[in-house]
């Protein structure tokens, strides 16, 4: 699966932005999709990730009632609509392919390019 990210750029602190995922593979809707972040020097963190056959969502701490994950199968895509930004959620956002049920980064075999998502104050 190759999954292709976009929709970063830079926002002001209280501002939104909308990420996109288009996994290559037509049969993606049998993978959790899920998003994770890198800030400057440190480790990669999951975001939120969405159930391919239920279509339950899970968040991390930090964005729960901010960040919105969705999925389009008919369209092949998959959303992150984050609002109320923060300049702590500046970093480089990637798209994944995996187990829904993981919020390990090394349990997820498939990676977009990543999208930088700035928020400044």
């Known amino acids: 699966v190759q999954l292709q990210a976009s929709g970063g750029g830079l926002v002001q602190a209280g501002g939104s932005l909308r990420l996109s995922c288009a996994p290559s593979?037509?049969?993606?809707?049998?993978?959790?999709m899920g998003w994770f972040r890198q800030a400057p020097g440190k480790e990669r963190d999951f975001v939120a990730s969405?159930?391919?056959?239920?279509?339950?969502?899970n968040y991390a701490d930090s964005v729960k009632g901010r960040f919105t994950i969705s999925r389009d199968n008919a369209k092949s895509t998959v959303t992150l609509q984050m609002i109320s930004l923060k300049p702590d959620d500046t970093a480089v956002y990637y798209c994944?392919?995996?187990?829904?049920?993981?919020?390990?980064?090394?349990?997820?075999?498939?990676w977009g390019q990543g999208t930088q998502v700035t928020v400044s104050s």
């Open positions: 593979d037509p049969t993606f809707r049998n993978y959790g």
């Open positions: 994944a392919a995996g187990p829904f049920g993981s919020t390990s980064p090394r349990a997820w075999p498939y």
């Open positions: 969405i159930s391919g056959s239920t279509g339950r969502a």
